[in-house]
């Protein structure tokens, strides 16, 4: 966890739930202001991970949310308390066992690791706009471009996800809940971009709701859920902003008024090049579980030996 600025209170502290743990390790103060603390959370296994085919060890879903909750709350107690911005990233590596006897040891060091689900997030850079095509955008549609602006002035992923729904609304003239079907037939449209109806509704039913609303649902959704959606959120609402042809109207029709030299073509690695065109991509790597950026400045030193954590390409390199 990050948080700006330095905190002297909060260098040292643990807090439970009833399933639960967290506690920090060790606390740096970095040059450029503010206070790096690495934090360690745990929860107990109420029975043995899975295997997949290739004999990786599948992370459970429920408890890794679950302490992604802890983490994600804690930092925020620390940041509504002192009125301060907060971050999260991880170490490498971020997800460790500590197995509770001998025979779950043995059991663990015969897998060939822990399933890598996730390796990061790609999404267009350095967009090229010329002079007419941003005049002829900015003439019947100042408002998306404000709420766009409005979308890149976030830091934070769910701040973000929040605009760039507003995007869409306002270009649709229509609630999230209703935009599935013309949002994606009109992203349906968009050459080599790969958009799917499912993707659309994974943003505007899936994630919306509980990323809005936490009166009586079970659950809600944090920034480790919502982060690896963004860039293709932004790719599509560039697309939206510049090629819907008609404004604030449910139509899906398109115009071909701009078209970024590359892009994702899928919601992964999944790229598209134009031939004379410099590549102009972000990459983020995310932790082995694909839930925060990797910390490349908390690297972790060797692990105490009752901890285990043994990835693919130890075992590789086990095997030469």
């Known amino acids: 966890m990050t948080f700006n600025p330095i905190l002297e209170n909060w260098r040292q502290w643990a807090m439970e739930t009833s399933e639960a743990q967290i506690r920090t390790q060790w606390a740096q103060e970095l040059e450029t202001g503010g206070l790096r603390i690495l934090v360690t959370a ?14 990786l060890v599948i992370v459970p879903e429920g408890p890794l949310k679950q302490l992604e909750t802890l983490i994600e709350t804690s ?5 509504v308390s002192e009125r301060c911005k907060r971050s999260i990233s991880s170490p490498i590596p971020s997800i460790a066992f500590l197995p509770e006897d001998q025979k779950i040891r043995e059991w663990l060091d015969s897998t060939n690791g822990i399933l890598l689900t996730r390796t990061g997030i790609v999404g267009m850079s350095g967009l090229r706009i010329d002079s007419d095509t941003l005049a002829r ?20 992923p769910t701040g973000k996800f929040h605009e760039l729904l ?16 013309p949002l994606a037939e009109f992203l349906a449209g968009a050459d080599m971009m790969g958009y799917t109806a499912a993707e659309v509704n994974r943003w505007l039913t ?17 920034e480790s859920d919502i982060r690896p959606v ?31 030299p590359t892009g994702t073509t899928a919601d992964s690695f999944d790229i598209y090049l134009t031939p004379g065109e410099a590549l102009q991509m972000d990459a983020e790597i995310l932790d082995e579980v694909g839930s925060y950026p990797i910390s490349l400045n908390a690297t972790l030193p060797e692990l105490p030996l009752e901890i285990w954590a043994k990835w693919p390409w130890q075992s590789e390199s086990d095997d030469d």
């Open 230 to 260: 963004i860039p293709r959120m932004m790719q599509a609402a560039y697309d939206v902003l510049f090629n819907k042809s008609i404004w604030r109207s449910p139509s899906s029709q398109r115009r071909e008024l701009w078209h970024p």
């Open 42 to 55: 745990g929860v107990d296994l109420s029975k043995r991970p899975e295997l997949n085919e290739e004999g």
């Open 166 to 181: 507003r995007v869409f609304e306002r270009a649709f003239r229509s609630t999230s809940s209703k935009l599935v079907t």
């Open 137 to 156: 955008m900015c003439s019947d549609r100042p408002d998306g471009a404000a709420l766009l602006a409005e979308a890149l002035a976030h830091d934070h």
């Open 75 to 79: 930092a925020n107690l620390i940041a």
């Open 206 to 222: 899936v994630l919306r709701h509980p990323a809005t609303h936490a009166d009586t649902r079970p659950g809600f959704v944090l």
